[in-house]
């Protein structure tokens, strides 16, 4: 059974314009699947970062800022498997108001990904506010839930918050939530 062995590393990490510290996080023998948050990278960066984790024989799940439709913008997090290969996209569906106003676009689909452990679900960010969304994931099967969170964990409150909507879609739908956020000046990699 895949799940009893899965070992997920949570990466809390600031957005990088010099990738080379996606390699050395993925280098790490601790973890086969690694999540990383909204935005870690550009749409640029795509072939590059598919690349370290073939070398890295390693699953990545990473937010990008979107820039491959022409015109638009959008949240979309990929999941490369350690082949190398984009198994799977998501384009963040419920926008913040901030991304509305600074021309982010609207993703129109909520699919799971199928991997060798199981359906997995991505809520991007705030869309993990929704129950809806979990919701849909859970009946297409997903197992896991991951949340690549843009905002950091700045405070308590924030953090007290995220683990309460967490819990409660886990509980609600029978699936493990795991989510991450940007580098806060406190934790490092």
Known sequence: ???????????????????????????????????????YLHSDQI??????????????????????????KYETAIVIDPSGDIVGEHKKT???????????????????IDTVFGKIGIAICYEIHFPEVSRIY???GAKFIFNPVGTGMWHEHQYEQWNSIARARASENGVIVLGCSHFNDTIPY
């Open 138 to 140: 859970a009946l297409q």
């Open 1 to 39: 059974n895949f799940m009893n062995m899965l070992k997920i590393g949570l990466v809390i990490a600031k957005p990088e314009t010099d990738i080379t510290a996606l390699n050395y996080i993925l280098s790490d023998d601790e973890a086969d699947f690694f999540l990383f948050p909204e935005g």
């Open 94 to 112: 419920s926008l913040t108001d901030y991304e509305i106003e600074n021309g982010y676009c609207q993703g129109d689909s909520i699919k799971v």
């Open 47 to 72: 072939k590059v970062a598919t690349q370290i984790a073939k070398a890295n024989g390693k699953w990545l799940v990473t937010g990008i800022d979107d820039y491959r439709d022409s015109g638009k």
